[in-house]
Each structure stands twice: as C-alpha cells, then as structure tokens.
C-alpha cells in the first residue's frame, strides 16, 4: 500500500527512448491507494485486466476492463486498486498539445464516454505490446502509434467550453507547475527561492507558499527529491562515485547525497547499489 500527502505534486520523467512516459500501473498486485496529486503531464489510465477506482478529486470513476480515463493537466486524482489488475499508464507531456491550446496554456479532455473509446483502447495496448518487445525500429512504430493517439484525443475528447472556476484552478497550479519545470531543468545548479523570484516576478514568499499549498511539501524539499530522482538513476547506470553523483546533481557533497538518500529511501546509496546488483563484488562509492 502507497500513501502520499494530499495534494502533492508528482513528478514525471519520460522514458529514455519515447517523448513520453509509458508503464504498467505500480498496484498491479492490488491492496494499493494512492492519495490526491496531481502533474502538469496530461495522464491516461487504461485497464486491460482486472478493476480499479479513480477518483477526479471526490468523483468516482470505477474502471474495469477495456475502460480508461484521461487525466488533464493540474487535474487532482487519487487511485484505489485493492484488487490484481493490468493497467497501463501514459504520461504526456501537456507542451505536446501547445498548438491546441486554449487560453493561457491550458488544453482540457472530456472523461465522458465516446464511440471511439474502443479504438484508442485498442491503440494503448497495441502501443505497449509494440515497445515490450522492442523488435528492430520498435521506438518508430510507438510513436506513430503515439501520434494516432494525439489525433483521436486532439480531435475526439478536447473540450473547448470550460467554466471559469475551472481555469482559475487551473491557472493557480500552472503557475507552479511552470516554476517546477525551470527547477528540473537547471536541478543541477544553484537555485533559491530569491532566483526563482527574479526569473518568474513573483516574491520569494509566494512562491514558497504557492510550494506549501500545491505541491504538499516545502521549496527546499521539492528540490532535493528532484535532485535524488536523478542521482538514483546514475547510481542504477553508471558505476560512478558518490562524490562525482553528488556533485553532478546539485548537492554540496556525497554526505548530502546520502543523508537525503537515506532519509526517502530508508537505505544507504551503498545498499541500493547492493540489492540493485548483488552479484557485484565490488561497489563503487
């Protein structure tokens, strides 16, 4: 079982060989929640097999199979699987969609049923299938699959008439979303709430707070976990040290590397490294 804090703002890489980020549903197994959150990434959450409840803030969507959701922009949205399922989620980009656009950078999709629902669910698994395997070229076949997916969205499920409430929500999260993707662009170096207050005209108080209210947790520690996301990845790829990791993602040392480590993983780096490959004799520090 998974918990977060309400509200909490996730963060989303794509993966290494898509412009987008394409996976099996981590509560594949069930006995799995998931609490309120939210990304600026446009999410799909299509089940293949099993039953799962979705919940856009406290309206309920029970998914079953051949059913999917889309996930806007901002939107807030929890999961509860307490049964084994098979689902696949996609996480888009929302710049993807930056020429459909609406009004302030916002593009919004239906969760109504359509008569096409059947086809772009057949086109998710097609797409899976198609990148499991990864057979020569696989990474072509994906994304003109992606493609075709874009267009049915785009031209099937994208709403032009929204209430203004909705966009002031919208608004108020964008613009923290705008401020996390200058963050994990530059992670790597110095940032402040001072800079991120001259780059984006805002004091250095309310961006703190907008931190506290939206992202569930503090500027300081927003940063730090983006930092580690990407640590974590070079200690899985590379064989490099603590000290070059370390420095090469914005921590001052291998000590803050490990003391931060430690603290979300309940690990040391070394540990990782060991239950990550315990046949190595020798690991790296």
Not at 66 to 82: C, D, M, R, T
Not at 140 to 146: E, I, K, P, T
Not at 153 to 161: A, G, I, L, S
Not at 238 to 256: E, H, M, Q, Y
Request: glycine share 4%; proline share 2%; with cysteine.
């Amino acid at each position: 079982m998974m918990n977060q804090n309400n509200n909490q703002l996730e963060l989303i890489f794509p993966n290494k060989d898509i412009s987008f980020k394409m996976f099996l549903f981590e509560g594949k197994d069930g006995h799995y929640y998931r609490d309120k959150h939210w990304h600026r990434e446009v999410e799909i959450f299509a089940v293949v097999d099993g039953e799962l409840d979705f919940f856009l803030d406290v309206t309920r969507i029970h998914l079953t199979s051949g059913q999917f959701v889309l996930v806007n922009s901002n939107e807030i949205h929890s999961i509860n699987a307490p049964k084994p399922n098979r689902t696949i989620v996609l996480q888009i980009p929302v710049g993807t969609f930056r020429r459909y656009y609406l009004d302030n950078s916002f593009i919004y999709f239906s969760h109504s049923r359509k008569d096409t629902d059947t086809q772009l669910m057949e086109l998710i698994r097609d797409m899976y299938d198609t990148y499991q395997e990864k057979a020569l070229g696989y990474d072509l076949a994906v994304q003109g699959q992606f493609y075709h997916l874009l267009y049915l969205m785009v031209q099937k499920y994208r709403e032009t008439e929204l209430d203004r409430e909705m966009m002031q929500q919208y608004r108020n999260r964008n613009k923290l979303s705008e401020i996390v993707d200058y963050i994990k662009d530059n992670y790597s170096e110095e940032i402040t709430l001072e800079r991120l207050g001259s780059t984006f005209g805002y004091s250095s108080t309310y961006i703190s707070k907008m931190f506290q209210k939206y992202a569930g947790c503090g500027f300081k520690k927003y940063l730090e976990n983006v930092r580690l996301e990407h640590a974590v990845k070079e200690l899985d790829q590379t064989k490099d040290s603590l000290d070059i990791i370390a420095a090469r993602n914005g921590f001052p040392d291998r000590k803050a590397l490990s003391k931060a480590f430690q603290n979300l993983y309940n690990m040391t780096p070394r540990q990782y490294r060991y239950n990550k490959n315990p046949d190595e004799k020798v690991i790296i520090l």
